[in-house]
């Protein structure tokens, strides 16, 4: 009868041995047939208890190594990126499912992954990862951000000299005016006309005319600090910003483009084409008490386009091919 019995037993302890058998060769199977890495760790000693097949082709065998040997390159600590801590609370419970991205540092590929605490077969809690390779949905997202960034940049460019343009021109006063009411600095803006730009054009033609413009952008780019600023916000019209400088100094300068224009080569049919701008020059002050600048009860920066402007107007006015300060026009001008 006892015979009977542990024969009785033995033969469901293997019918269920086999059954238990079945059933991880068919979860194994699944697992080695996914196109994504899989693996379990240890929360604590971060020792890999699985990895499926891809992983193995991927990283190579596990041989007793810790998850970050084996997945990283050289490190022989914990990642500074682990997510162990947020997969269970303060209770030790699973929180759930923890997706991110990462390139990996072995491959350099990128992944997303899937990341949650579960129960394994003796009880614990481990960490089980599923990685799926994106690289090449990466590699297509950061090529478009990349154009996207290029368009927006070009979008700022004026396209015939190659400096900014007026878009540019008012984002970069709305940032550099911010910057000055908390730095008590100065800045000086100088509006420029090419003198009978028509002229040139009529004369000679508009490949000619542009030709004239690209000359003198360079011209002027040539003269100014690297920390000044040119702008093209119209045909023949452009900008200079000129931070943490005066108008007296802005003067200064501006001469020294003015009498560089005055030397461009430029040739047509073997005769020299003269060149020459007019130069409106006004400056600003911060303080940090002062948060408009009013005279023409509008913005700031229209407000200094204005009086550059009004002293561009007086330099053509009175002879073409000068520079004038707003500070020192007289009441009529």
């Known amino acids: 009868m006892k015979e009977h019995i542990l024969k009785f037993f033995n033969r469901n302890i293997d019918a269920n041995a086999q059954s238990l058998q079945f059933e991880f060769d068919c979860i194994a199977t699944i697992l080695n047939s996914l196109d994504a890495l899989v693996y379990v760790s240890d929360f604590k000693t971060y020792e890999l208890i699985f990895v499926n097949n891809y992983g193995q082709k991927s990283w190579g065998v596990p041989l007793g190594r810790k998850c970050y040997q084996y997945l990283q390159f050289g490190q022989e600590q914990p990642c500074s990126f682990c997510n162990n801590s947020k997969l269970l609370n303060e209770e030790g419970k699973p929180t759930g499912v923890h997706i991110w991205e990462f390139q990996n540092t072995v491959t350099q590929r990128w992944y997303q992954c899937r990341d949650q605490a579960v129960k394994w077969v003796d009880g614990r809690y481990v960490r089980l990862e599923i990685a799926v390779d994106i690289t090449e949905n990466k590699l297509a997202q950061q090529k478009l951000e990349t154009m996207y960034k290029e368009a927006e940049a070009l979008a700022r460019v004026d396209p015939l ?20 009411k908390h730095h008590n600095h100065t800045l000086s803006l100088v509006m420029v006309d090419v003198d009978e730009f028509k002229k040139v054009n009529d004369l000679y033609g508009h490949s000619k005319g542009d030709e004239a413009l690209i000359e003198i952008a360079n011209t002027i780019q040539s003269e100014i600090r690297e920390s000044d600023q040119l702008f093209r916000i119209g045909g023949e019209e452009f900008v200079i910003v000129l931070p943490d400088c005066d108008e007296l100094n802005a003067f200064n300068l501006v001469e020294r483009v003015r009498l560089n224009i005055g030397q461009i080569a430029l040739m047509h049919n073997d005769h020299p084409i003269q060149l020459s701008c007019s130069f409106g020059i006004t400056d600003y002050w911060s303080t940090s008490t002062d948060d408009s600048f009013d005279r023409w009860g509008i913005s700031i920066t229209e407000s200094l386009m204005a009086e550059a402007d009004k002293a561009l107007y007086s330099a053509k006015l009175n002879g073409r091919n000068q520079a004038k300060l707003f500070s020192q026009l007289s009441i009529t001008e």
Request: net charge positive; no cysteine; glycine share 0%.
């Open 161 to 180: 000299t190659k400096v900014y343009n007026r878009r540019a021109f008012y984002e970069y006063m709305s940032k550099r005016l911010a910057h000055l």
